[in-house]
């Protein structure tokens, strides 16, 4: 399974004022592609809503541009992973499309990688500690994204909770950072076996579809 990113990732830092269930707050565009972008913002999004974006300084009035909450981090200030909705696609090309540095858009190569990963929000465990839940930013049949309120041993197990079942995986920390008072850490899956790989893959492709 292989997944070809059609743009690149950059990094911004734009004010820009959050509708979301009928309510307005302030929030800041920390990056941005042609597909999506990071939001940070006072207010808890769950994953899955619907969110309506605008500059928080326009002088000339501007249509907010529609996104998909895809992840979101536990504490605040929250980092939300918003994905753009198809029908905002046309709307990107006014004052969103400034962020986007066109001459390394036009130059770029897409990005491949060799599974696809999704910005999945799953609850997640550690076996060593079974009472302090974590979550998933992202997931691929190889490995996964996974924030935590302690830091993870070296090599660790783990409970993913997909919606129809659970997977008890071993894996190693390739990488793991500070931010704030949790840890993110970048996990690969560990001797994982021909089931639990069709399990996630199974998942990956369920997601991918909706």
């Known amino acids: 399974m292989k997944e070809c990113r059609k743009s690149l990732r950059f990094q911004c830092n734009e004010l820009v004022t959050v509708h979301f269930r009928k309510r307005t707050y302030e929030g800041r565009v920390t990056d941005v592609s042609q597909g999506g972008l990071k939001l940070q913002t006072e207010q808890y999004i769950p994953t899955g809503s619907a969110v309506w974006l605008e500059p928080a300084k326009e002088e000339k009035p501007c249509h907010p541009i529609q996104t998909f909450a ?117 996990v690969k899956f560990h001797s994982l076996g021909k089931s639990e790989r069709w399990t996630v893959r199974e998942f990956i492709r369920e997601f991918m579809e909706t």
């Open 70 to 186: 895809r992840w979101t981090t536990l504490r605040s200030p929250y980092e939300i992973g918003l994905e753009f909705a198809l029908s905002s696609h046309g709307q990107k090309q006014t004052w969103l499309s400034n962020l986007l540095p066109q001459d390394k858009l036009r130059s770029s190569k897409s990005q491949a990688r060799s599974e696809v990963r999704v910005p999945a929000s799953l609850p997640v465990f550690n076996a060593a500690k079974p009472e302090q839940d974590g979550v998933t930013l992202d997931l691929s049949p190889s490995g996964a994204s996974v924030l935590l309120d302690h830091k993870l041993d070296d090599c660790a197990q783990l409970f993913l909770c997909l919606p129809w079942d659970y997977l008890e995986l071993q894996v190693d920390v390739m990488r793991v950072r500070q931010e704030d008072d949790l840890w993110l850490h970048g």
